[in-house]
């Protein structure tokens, strides 16, 4: 899932961004003058947008999470190292220089 992640966040930022150019170009085919129409625009569009791109911020949210797992896995696995801690696992360390 984490391997999608970039693209995720991508898609989850071009379709908030596009949803705030919806509603502009909407209120601007109404006659509404362009700078309040982005500045309504955005109050409007991006709380809309949690609801609308509900499962793709699922997505990221849960990429995010499962990125987040893995780093901090990797920095206690690295500060055990530099404790001097055997590793929790059978994995022999690539580094290890045991010939």
Do not use: T
Request: charged share 20%.
């Amino acid at each position: 899932m984490a391997v999608h992640l970039g693209r995720d966040v991508a898609l989850y930022v071009v379709a908030r961004f596009a949803m705030v150019a919806l509603v502009a170009l909407a209120l601007v085919m109404v006659n509404v003058p362009l700078l309040v129409a982005l500045l309504v625009s955005l109050v409007v569009a991006l709380p809309l947008s949690l609801f609308v791109f509900k499962g793709l911020r699922q997505r990221v949210a849960i990429g995010l999470n499962e990125r987040d797992q893995v780093r901090k896995a990797e920095r206690e696995r690295l500060r055990a190292q530099l404790r001097g801690e055997p590793e929790a696992s059978g994995d022999v360390p690539s580094g290890s220089g045991s010939n």
